[in-house]
C-alpha cells in the first residue's frame, strides 16, 4: 500500500524538478526566431469581453484576460507539447497532467511532513514594471504570494471551502514561501498555483483600485495598455519580463511580439470574416459549419480540432418543487431527446456522443460509455415510449411545461435549445425560451434566481473539479442543485486520496454514480476548430497552459512579417 509519506516523496521529487522557465521548442523549418510584429486573436472566448479584473471577484474568466500580466506559482511546461514532441495538446481548459508542470514564479518546491507543508523557492530576478500613479518598479518577493493568498481567502466572493486546507502561508524570507496544510489535498498545486484563483498581484494594484484596469501590473510577458469593453483588450511587451525559452539550442528572450489585441466580437459571421480576410491572425474557437468554406476561401490557413473542453447540457434543478425532483422525469427527458441523431444530423458528425463530465483526454479518469452499465447506456438512448411511460408513472401522463434559460452569447446553443424542445415536446414536455445576455444569464445561475430548466455549457475543468463544482452542495457551478451528503463525502475522500490511481478509480465510480441519477439532459459534445495564419510561428494550435491561462504560449509565438506581407497582408 502506499503510504501519505512515500506519495509525498514521489510527488517532491517530481515535482521539485520542474523548474525550467519554459519549453526547449525546436526552430520551425530551420527558421530563427523574429521579434517585433502584433497578433490580432479572435481567443476562445471571441463572443465575451472581460467580466472583471481583480482577482478577489473569483470571476472564471479572469486568468484569460488578466494571465497576460498577471502570473501564478506554475505553469503548463510547453517542452510537454505535441509541438515539442510531447505527448499532451494543451487543450484542457484548466487541467495539467503532473508531469506537464513547470514552475513559474516558483523555481522549486518540496514537500515536508512534522508538519505537513510545501516550501517553494521564489524566483530571483523578477520585478514589477513601474506603473504611473500604481507603483514603482520593485523586485517580486514571497510577501506578494502571501498578501494574495490571504487577500483571496478573505474575500466574500470565495468559493465555499476552496483553500480550507490550507492552515497558513508565511514568508520566512524574500525568496522563501510556506503552505502549512491541515491535511494533504489532492488538488493543492492547482487551486492557489496554477487554477482560476491563483493570479499574483501586487499590494500597490489593490491599493490603487484593482477593479480599475487602467491599475493593473503584473510580472507577465506584457502589460495591459488598452480596453474597449465589447471591442478589445491590447496588450504591448513587458521590456523586464523574466522569461526566456530555448530554440533550436539558442536563448532568446521572451516575449517575441510587440503587441497582442484580443478582439471581442459577438456575431459569429463577423469573426470568422475576419479570419478570412487577414484582420485575425488567429481564431481559436470555429464552430464545424464554418471549416469547409473557410478551407475553400482561404486555402492557406493551418487547422487543429479539438473536443470541446465544455459539457452541453440542460440542467433540472432539484433544489425547488417541481416535477425535476423525480428521478423518473429525469430519466424521461434523456431517453425523449435523439442524441445520436444530433450527433449525425444536427453536428454533421463533428461531436461525441458521451464526453461528460469526464472528458476523454483525462487518460484514467475517463471511461466510455460502452464501459458504462447498462442503466447509463440507456440514458443516450432514444427511447420516447419509455419516457412517455415514466412521465405517467410519475404523474405527468400529459406532460407539462418548464421555464428555460439560455445565454443569447452561444450560437450553438441557440440553435441546438429549439432542437432539444422539439424532440421533449414530443413526449409532452414543453419549454418556453428565455435567451439572455451572458452576465444575467450567470447572474441568474450565482443568485440561484434562474428558471427550472437552465441550459448552458459548464467546463469540464480537471477531474476532480468537474465533479465537485457541478454536484457539491452548496457550489457555485451547480445549476441543477444537485445535494447529496453521501456524494459530497465521497467528494472530500479523493481529496484527501493521495494515490492517483485510487483517485481515477473513485472519482470513475462516482462519474458513472452521477450520470445515473441525471440530474442533467446529457447532451453530445461538440468538436470545435482553431485556425491561424502560416505567418503565426511557433504554434500549434495549443489553447491553455494553465486554468483558461493562454499567455506562456503567446509570448512563445512570433510574426513572420516577410511572409505575411508577400500574401498581401
Avoid at 506603473?131 to 517580486?140: A, D, I, Q
Avoid at 480576410?277 to 476561401?297: F, P
Avoid at 410519475?394 to 439560455?406: D, E, L, M, S
Avoid at 469540464?460 to 441543477?480: A, E, L
Wanted: charged letters at 25%; glycine letters at 8%; hydrophobic letters at 35%.
Amino acid at each position: 500500500m502506499r503510504t501519505l509519506k512515500s506519495a509525498l516523496l514521489a510527488g517532491a521529487m517530481t515535482l521539485a524538478g520542474m523548474t525550467a522557465t519554459g519549453s526547449a521548442a525546436r526552430a520551425e523549418n530551420g527558421q530563427k526566431p523574429q521579434y517585433g510584429g502584433s497578433l490580432e486573436i479572435g481567443t476562445v472566448y471571441v463572443t465575451l469581453t472581460a467580466l472583471s479584473w481583480d482577482p478577489a471577484d473569483f470571476n472564471w474568466k479572469l486568468n484569460h484576460d488578466t494571465g497576460m500580466f498577471y502570473e501564478q506559482l506554475f505553469a503548463g511546461d510547453l517542452s510537454k507539447s505535441k509541438k515539442a514532441g510531447g505527448p499532451y495538446n494543451f487543450v484542457p481548459d484548466a487541467w495539467l497532467p503532473t508531469d506537464a508542470i513547470r514552475g513559474e514564479l516558483i523555481e522549486k518546491w518540496e514537500w515536508k511532513q512534522d508538519p505537513l507543508r510545501v516550501e517553494m523557492k521564489v524566483r530571483k530576478g523578477v520585478t514589477f514594471p513601474e506603473k504611473p500613479g500604481v507603483m514603482k518598479k520593485r523586485e517580486f518577493t514571497s510577501d506578494d504570494i502571501v498578501f494574495t493568498f490571504n487577500r483571496l481567502n478573505k474575500s466574500p466572493k470565495r468559493l465555499l471551502g476552496y483553500f480550507d486546507h490550507v492552515e497558513k502561508v508565511e514568508a520566512p524570507d524574500s525568496h522563501t514561501v510556506v503552505f502549512y496544510m491541515k491535511h494533504y489535498f489532492a488538488e493543492w498545486d492547482y487551486q492557489f498555483g496554477w487554477g482560476y484563483y491563483s493570479a499574483i498581484h501586487p499590494k500597490e494594484v489593490v491599493d490603487a483600485g484593482a477593479t480599475n484596469w487602467k491599475n493593473v501590473n503584473g510580472t507577465g510577458p506584457f502589460m495591459l495598455t488598452d480596453f474597449i469593453s465589447g471591442n478589445s483588450n491590447t496588450y504591448t511587451k513587458n521590456p523586464d519580463y523574466w522569461g526566456r525559452e530555448m530554440i533550436g539550442g539558442q536563448e532568446y528572450k521572451l516575449p517575441f511580439v510587440d503587441k497582442v489585441t484580443y478582439r471581442t466580437i459577438k456575431d459569429e459571421a463577423t469573426y470568422v470574416t475576419a479570419l478570412r480576410t487577414g484582420k485575425l491572425d488567429m481564431l481559436e474557437n470555429i464552430r464545424w459549419q464554418n471549416v469547409e468554406s473557410l478551407k475553400k476561401s482561404a486555402p492557406q490557413l493551418k487547422w487543429n480540432r479539438w473536443l470541446n473542453q465544455s459539457g452541453t447540457f440542460m440542467a433540472m434543478r432539484v433544489d425547488v418543487d417541481g416535477p425535476f425532483k423525480d428521478i423518473r422525469v429525469r430519466r424521461a427527458l434523456n431517453y425523449a431527446v435523439n442524441k445520436q441523431e444530433i450527433v449525425t444530423a444536427y453536428y454533421n458528425g463533428n461531436a461525441e456522443l458521451f464526453a461528460y463530465p469526464q472528458h476523454p483526454d483525462y487518460a484514467g479518469y475517463f471511461e466510455p460509455l460502452d464501459k458504462q452499465p447498462a442503466s447509463v447506456q440507456e440514458l443516450f438512448k432514444y427511447d420516447p415510449a419509455k419516457a412517455k411511460k415514466l412521465l405517467a408513472e410519475a404523474g405527468y401522463p400529459k406532460g407539462f411545461t418548464t421555464k428555460v434559460q439560455v445565454c443569447s452569447c452561444n450560437a450553438d446553443h441557440m440553435d441546438l435549445l429549439p432542437l432539444v424542445a422539439g424532440y421533449l415536446e414530443q413526449v409532452g414536455v414543453k419549454l418556453e425560451l428565455q435567451p439572455m445576455e451572458y452576465g444575467a444569464f450567470l447572474s441568474a445561475m450565482s443568485s440561484r434566481t434562474m428558471t427550472p430548466a437552465y441550459f448552458m455549457n459548464n467546463g469540464h475543468t480537471n477531474p476532480i473539479t468537474t465533479i465537485r463544482k457541478s454536484f457539491g452542495t452548496g457550489q457555485m457551478w451547480n445549476p441543477s442543485g444537485w445535494s447529496d451528503p453521501a456524494f459530497d463525502k465521497k467528494i472530500d475522500e479523493v481529496y484527501r486520496e493521495p494515490d492517483e490511481a485510487k483517485r481515477q478509480k473513485m472519482l470513475r465510480e462516482m462519474t458513472t454514480e452521477i450520470i445515473d441519477k441525471a440530474p442533467y439532459i446529457w447532451l453530445p459534445i461538440p468538436y470545435n476548430y482553431a485556425a491561424w495564419w502560416p505567418w503565426v510561428k511557433n504554434y500549434d494550435g495549443e489553447l491553455r497552459a494553465g486554468a483558461v491561462r493562454p499567455a506562456p504560449i503567446y509570448a512563445r509565438i512570433w510574426v513572420d512579417q516577410e511572409m505575411k506581407k508577400k500574401m498581401g497582408f
